[in-house]
């Protein structure tokens, strides 16, 4: 079996969502619906921390001609997007989703306290090789080091199936806080954060998930 297939799924929370990003029961209905399918490994949900109101699902998949199976079944599809009403408000602005083939296992990464979630989007005219190899670089940096160290805990990523020319990064981190002191001491990542962001535009956000 290769490394899994991460789908994320991220939008305007619903009240009852902002309230308790963790409430099992708000989630219950669209979640059963996604246990009962074969190839689903894990299910994670959360809130995003900077803005307290985008609700997140981390869905892992042996595969993404797994989940293609699901959302080509005109019977139970609609019933598990019907059902995620309770978690997305999508009144208030779309719902986004996002496949990422994992290069390795990303699960120490969704079960640290907090789950940075970084997307690298290439700039036009630049190397999408030379970003490819940032971003790695950046992963191994993490994982070449015991788990806790400064606070890293793991790091995964992978190629966005649904952006050409865009990676996104994983790392589990003890808070927050550890994120912004390493990459404001440490010189090895600030020149390389450095030289992605020369290449590319970097969005970061901070998610702290529950495993369903």
């Known amino acids: 079996m290769g490394n899994p297939t991460v789908e994320l799924v991220y939008g305007p929370a619903t009240e009852l969502v902002r309230q308790d990003p ?30 307290k109101v985008t609700a997140y699902h981390v869905i892992v998949w042996e595969s993404y001609e797994h989940h293609k199976k699901l959302m080509d079944d005109t019977t139970t599809y609609p019933k598990l997007t019907g059902s995620v009403e309770s978690v997305f408000d ?5 719902v986004t989703m996002l496949h990422v083939d994992t290069t390795n296992e990303p699960y120490k990464a969704f079960e640290a306290p907090v789950v940075e979630i970084a997307t690298f989007t290439l700039r036009e ?3 999408k090789s030379e970003l490819e190899g940032l971003v790695k670089t950046l992963a191994d940096a993490i994982n070449a080091n015991e788990p806790g160290t400064n606070g890293a805990f793991h790091a995964s990523w992978g190629p966005a199936r649904e952006k050409d020319n865009a990676f996104v990064l994983f790392i589990g981190w003890s808070s927050v806080d550890a994120h912004w002191n390493l990459v404001k001491s440490d010189p090895g990542a600030i020149a390389l954060i450095g030289r992605c962001r020369a290449i590319s535009d970097v969005e970061v956000v901070h998610v702290p998930l529950a495993l369903y």
């Open 90 to 94: 999508k009144s208030k602005g779309p």
């Open 22 to 51: 963790h409430n099992k029961d708000v989630v219950a209905t669209p979640f059963s619906v996604l246990k009962a399918q074969e190839g689903l490994i894990k299910i994670y949900y959360g809130v995003q921390h900077e803005d």
């Open 125 to 127: 005219g630049q190397s």
